[in-house]
């Protein structure tokens, strides 16, 4: 029964953490914008590395952390960033409005502002307007895609979710999220606004409710 209750914590943060891949690959589909398989692979691997990278940190450091404040800490890292996606359209439009950038800093692959817009506009990430992902831009896009999981792995790790579950799920879900995503917004109609954050915002918070009780 533990067991299952922990593979069922890893693949709810999994897919909390897949779904902006999710709507990302949707847009993109919507117009027109292929993910090659190259391409696609680069961010699951990517993505998935990032939330290892801070689930490792995050249970190097737990056995420092008092339980209360590991729960404490926890709950309000989860609870703030299931909020901030509870609110997504507020949250990326202050984004927008504080991160525009130029042609230098859009061409840019590496530069940080340039991962913070992505975070807000996804679709930027065809910078060369080539209506396909190249695998440089795939780096970009995967490092915006993955600022939720540095906090969100960090603090499931302190609440002792099994890191590997989530690593594995993560591997599973991001794939299928830009998979599913692209397939379904080429059968969508171009101008259609799809925004499903909120989804990743309700799962985080019941993840961090669910370990308060």
């Known amino acids: 029964m533990i067991w299952a209750i922990a593979l069922l914590e890893a693949a709810v943060l999994a897919a909390s953490l897949s779904i902006d891949a999710f709507a990302a690959s949707f847009a993109y589909g919507c117009k027109k914008i292929k993910i090659p398989m190259l391409s696609l692979q680069i961010i699951n691997v990517i993505c998935t590395c990032v939330i290892g990278l801070s689930l490792l940190f995050g249970s190097i450091l737990a056995p420092y952390i008092p339980d209360w404040l590991a729960v404490g800490l926890s709950f309000a890292i989860l609870f703030l960033i ?19 950038f130029n042609k230098e800093i859009k061409l840019s692959m590496f530069n940080f502002k340039f991962i913070i817009r992505l975070y807000a506009d996804p679709e930027a990430a065809d910078t ?9 831009e795939a780096v970009a896009l995967a490092f915006s895609l993955s600022l939720d999981g540095l906090a969100v792995g960090f603090s499931a790790a302190l609440l002792g979710v099994n890191p590997w579950a989530v690593i594995v799920f993560s591997l599973i879900t991001d794939c299928v999220a830009l998979l599913l995503g692209g397939w379904l917004g ?21 993840l961090a409710i669910g370990k308060l009780l």
Request: glycine share 4%; net charge positive.
């Open 82 to 100: 299931g909020a901030a996606k509870l609110f997504d359209s507020v949250t990326k439009s202050i984004i927008r409005k504080y991160a525009q």
């Open 128 to 136: 060369d307007v080539s209506e396909s992902i190249s695998p440089r």
């Open 186 to 206: 080429n059968k969508m109609a171009s101008k259609l606004r799809f925004n499903i954050s909120w989804l990743a915002g309700v799962l985080l918070i019941a």
